[in-house]
Antibody, heavy 116, light 107 residues
């Protein structure tokens, strides 16, 4: 069964940084685009970023460009999201999802709270 | 940037009844549209991709239709487990975009 397990969330002050990880298993990770999608408390879904199979293409929503960086390590079946200059509006559950077009499998998410 | 608009925001339906959810794109997304279901405290689950293709394991009571800018998700006979929030998502262009969701609640 496909598994995606996020980690790295927590409480951080405005302006701080966090690095999220997503451990993938039970599928051929290196052959899939991967994405991050977030959901602010009580709100809808927002696509954040995605990355091509080999890491050669990356796309971001405008609100995180220049602050967030998506990356992957295919040897370790892992996806990452480096988040810098965090703002209160970045507070959300961050989901790792398989795919770059539609998102066929999702992790359970990790909560990021940006607050002083 | 493509904006996805879902209607209604909330749909009250009795078990066994039919539910029809709408999704409109601000410009054509061809058939590059997916539908997701999300229950409280859970991650979203894909229902439909390519506007009308059911994902693996999705019951036949879920069906999708439309192309271009107008899309519909129909649940033919609502079961108790179908009460949830439903999102549409376009993947024709970047940035990928979700609608704001339709909550299907028990009438």
């Amino acid at each position: 069964e496909v598994q995606l397990v996020e980690s790295g969330g927590g409480l951080v002050q405005p302006g701080g940084s966090l690095r999220l990880s997503c451990a993938a298993s039970e599928f051929s990770f290196s052959t899939y685009w991967m994405s991050w999608v977030r959901q602010a408390p009580g709100k809808g879904l927002e696509w954040v970023a995605n990355i091509k199979e080999d890491g050669s293409e990356k796309y971001y929503v405008d609100s995180v460009k220049g602050r967030f960086t998506i990356s992957r390590d295919n040897a370790k079946n892992s996806l990452f999201l480096q988040m810098n200059s965090l703002r209160a509006e970045d507070t959300a559950v961050y989901y790792c999802a398989r795919g770059g077009w539609s998102f066929g499998f999702w992790g359970r998410g990790t909560l990021v709270t940006v607050s002083s | 940037e493509i904006v996805m608009t879902q209607s209604p925001a909330t749909l009250s339906v009795s078990p066994g009844e039919r539910a029809t959810l709408s999704c409109r794109a601000s410009q054509s997304v061809s058939s590059n549209l997916a539908w997701y279901q999300q229950k409280p405290g859970q991650a979203p689950r894909i229902l439909i991709y390519g506007a009308s293709t059911r994902a693996t394991g999705i019951p036949a009571r879920f069906s999708g239709s439309g192309s271009g800018t107008e899309f519909t998700l129909t649940i033919s006979s609502l079961q108790s487990e179908d009460f949830a929030v439903y999102y549409c998502q376009q993947y024709n262009n970047w940035p990928r975009a979700f609608g704001q969701g339709t909550k299907v609640e028990i009438k």
